[in-house]
T-cell receptor
Framework: KNEVEQSPQNLTAQEGEFITINCSYS?????LHWLQQHPGGGIVSLFM???GKKKHGRLIATINIQEKHSSLHITASHPRDSAVYIC??????????FGKGTKLSVKP | DTAVSQTPKYLVTQMGNDKSIKCEQN?????MYWYKQDSKKFLKIMFS???????INETVPNRFSPKSPDKAHLNLHINSLELGDSAVYFC??????????????FGQGTRLTVV
């Protein structure tokens, strides 16, 4: 079993829908990252969390340290949000341990 | 100015060749990483360097050798390339390993195809 599990693996939504991607992890962490990878391949860091909740525009990330669970929400989804969203936790030596990603496709 | 830059972006080469991928960061970070993304898009750590010293060396064939001439550069050299080495390789950097809240910055990736 992977140390970082994401669900769902694939997600198709209609433009405007509210989207939630979940991440559970089984190791002790100092921080959790949400990353976005577009079809072109580049990886961008969306959030880094160690507690609570963060918001950037239409994106919201939450983390529950006790339950070892984080969620990424996208409000009013748009086709340009189509990408792979990756949850990653920071290991004890600073490296990231990745989930397998959630492929999101938002249809107009 | 690109924060973490990798070259080349694409690399097509024959089996048995030796090749290098270069990575440079201009963020003043102490720690740099190489990650491999396989055909199923799963990312995994390969190496990590902190201030030019190797701190993580995952189970990677010894045909792969990282080299860090200074803390702004971490190059990846691969000897005797095999078909299974085909993947996308990402360089990343962050502030000192162990510091709790450290953003990670990624290069644009190098798509290596071994034919």
């Amino acid at each position: 079993k992977n140390e970082v599990e994401q669900s769902p693996q694939n997600l198709t939504a209609q433009e405007g829908e509210f989207i939630t991607i979940n991440c559970s992890y089984s190791v002790g962490i100092s921080a959790l990252h949400w990353l976005q990878q577009h079809p072109g391949g580049g990886i961008v860091s969306l959030f880094m969390l160690s507690s609570g909740k963060k918001k950037h525009g239409r994106l919201i990330a939450t983390i529950n340290i006790q339950e070892k669970h984080s969620s990424l929400h996208i409000t009013a989804s748009h086709p340009r949000d189509s990408a792979v969203y990756i949850c990653a936790v920071k290991g004890s030596q600073g490296n990231l341990i990745f989930g397998k990603g959630t492929k999101l496709s938002v249809k107009p | 100015d690109t924060a973490v830059s990798q070259t080349p972006k694409y690399l097509v080469t024959q089996m048995g060749n030796d090749k290098s991928i270069k990575c440079e960061q201009n963020l003043g970070h102490d720690t740099m990483y190489w990650y491999k993304q396989d055909s199923k898009k799963f990312l995994k750590i390969m190496f990590s360097y902190n201030n030019k010293e190797l701190i993580i060396n995952e189970t990677v064939p010894n045909r792969f050798s990282p080299k860090s001439p200074d803390k702004a550069h971490l190059n990846l050299h691969i000897n005797s390339l095999e078909l299974g080495d085909s993947a996308v390789y990402f360089c990343a950097s962050s502030r000192l390993a162990g510091v709790k809240n450290t953003e990670a910055f990624f290069g644009q990736g190098t798509r290596l195809t071994v034919v």
